[in-house]
């Protein structure tokens, strides 16, 4: 199957750090903030002439209403920005210097009064720096915001193979099996197939091509019934006794099994390295993603949630990824990889047992007992991805009606 022109949400005021020259402001700041440690001034991007230094012209304009003189405002030396710095977040660093809220009127520092919002909304009354007032974002009214625009650019595939057998009655016994070996692939994020999320960035869609919530690689499926070979009529304990037949005869098992390999989920590094939303994605060191997609399980640790992956691939603490094979992408302006990895398989086995006493000849007594999860098989599910997460890849049980803990239901009824 191939979809075309399926509804996707794209955001086309996300946070702009290339055309207006703020990429190479920013790794400009990250070069100041380490030469200024070198010198003997830790802790502050502040331009001070010391050899190798650049002049931050946009930083200076947005900070200017903090400061007395030149690269003085506290602002170059705020613990949130020195992160942003250090982990290479230039979409963050943009998206805070875009919005006219706040503690300090950034944008409106860039822009001037002569913008209304800035005027309006926070009673700035200052020039400004001359600004185009689409710095940062193409819809400044919408300023530190998102737009969403739903269009139909989206598409998708999905390729199967499908073997089904049926055996009607035979003997007393009757089922159907069915196997499927899938793949579905599409363009949306978070396998987010209802489009409610925003694509990475409108400059390359395609960096949104992955596994759907429905890509599950192989699924097996039998439910059938057989009815008990004892009684009147049947092989075993075929006698005229209707004490005998009302006791051993009338019964039926039926069951219903299901089998499937684990849902997919995308590992993050959980840094705005390209835009304001966009995940800057991971970088690999000494290992691939077939060897983590081997090291995907379910690892215990308490009743209630595991690991789901080797204790090899998290830190020390059994939290976060381990460093020495996943780290986040800290290179501005650049998204890295964003892999995705499949949960644990997911099984359950679902049986009923039937008794029908006949009465007379059109009346009947009916019991039946369904075990559903019959044998209280938990089934786990792969939680947050972000590699930086303490609850990183942490497994959780699957908690609902259908795949629950074990549950009995008795009935009876009177056919007629």
Known sequence: HHALHEWIAQDPNEANVFENGFLNQFKAAQANLKINAQNGMPGTFAYNGFSGQQPLPIFEAA????ETSPYAAADYSNGTYINYLNQGRAGSMAGTLDTIFGNAPYYCNLVGASFGPCANTIGYTGAGAGYPINVFQANPYMSGQGTGLMNDTGYGNFNALQIELRQNNWHGMQFDANYQWAHGLGIEPNNNWTGDTALFT???PRL??????FDIRQSFHIS????LPFGNGKRFLNSDNPVLNRVVGGWTIGTIITYQTGQPFQVNGGYA??????DGGVLFQGVTNSQLQSAVGVYHTTNTYANGITPQYLNTNGRAANPQY????TTPGAIGYHTWLYGPHFSNTDVAITKTTPIRENLRFVFQGEFLNAFNHPN???GNGNIRSSSFLHANVINNNTVGAR????????EF
């Open 273 to 278: 390295t390209f835009n304001d939303h966009a």
């Open 407 to 414: 549950q009995i239901q008795l009935r009876a009824s009177i």
């Open 208 to 213: 949104n091509y992955g596994p759907t919530l």
């Open 63 to 66: 900070f200017a209403s903090e």
């Open 326 to 329: 996943l780290l986040p992408n």
């Open 202 to 204: 409108l400059r390359d």
């Open 380 to 382: 786990w599910l792969i």
């Open 224 to 227: 059938g019934t057989y009815d």
